[in-house]
């Protein structure tokens, strides 16, 4: 039984650290390495319950005032934790659909660009924000598929919205998603 002040989920993964992340809508995500005991997450989360409960705090406060652009901005430190988090989850998301859809990728560069949130290159790179880990998670899979789909077409055809629609049927629920609340990732 958790002892601690707020609810979590855990994600295990092919991991090899722990990650804490914070989605705009509050929850707390721990991303674990899939063999990692319980009791070391739960050491950990003892440990960054502060941080946790700050960020939330935070959350609440911009979510009741409606306005998350003018909050305290984050750290430096903060700003390189989560783009190593984006980094990770982007790199194994990439991976798995990749595989589903049979397409190749090149380079995956993490960014921090207001106007986009992902891009595809001729060359199969790949680009996405960082800020985008504050999404729900299907979010970040419709960007993912977004971007691969642009391997197959590299345009925004109607071909080009079969091929997402093919792994994700709700993809405009995403879309939607993305246009009433993407600018509330700019905290």
Not at 42 to 71: C, I, M, P, Y
Not at 78 to 96: P, S
Not at 175 to 181: A, G, I, S, V
Request: aromatic share 12%; proline share 3%.
């Amino acid at each position: 039984m958790s002892t601690h002040p707020f609810t979590y989920e855990i994600i295990y993964s092919n991991r090899k650290t722990l990650a804490i992340q914070i989605t705009a809508a509050g929850m707390v995500k721990v991303r674990a390495p899939k063999q990692m005991s319980r009791s070391i997450i739960e050491d950990f989360l003892t440990e960054k319950e502060n941080w946790v409960l700050k960020h939330l705090k935070r959350n609440k406060e911009a979510q009741r005032s409606g306005v998350f652009q003018n909050q305290t901005p984050l750290s430096n430190e903060d700003r390189h934790r989560y783009r190593e988090l984006a980094r990770d989850i982007f790199t194994q998301k990439t991976a798995y659909y990749a595989q589903i859809m049979q397409v190749t990728y090149g380079r995956i560069s993490i960014r921090e660009q207001k106007t986009r949130w992902g891009s595809c290159s001729s060359k199969g790179n790949l680009n996405f924000n960082w800020r985008l880990i504050f999404a729900p998670e299907e979010v970040l899979d419709y960007i993912v598929i977004h971007e691969l789909a642009h391997r197959l077409e590299m345009n925004h055809s109607p071909a080009f919205y079969t091929i997402i629609k093919k792994i994700m049927p709700d993809y405009k629920k995403q879309q939607k998603w993305l246009r009433e609340n993407g600018q509330q990732l700019w905290n």
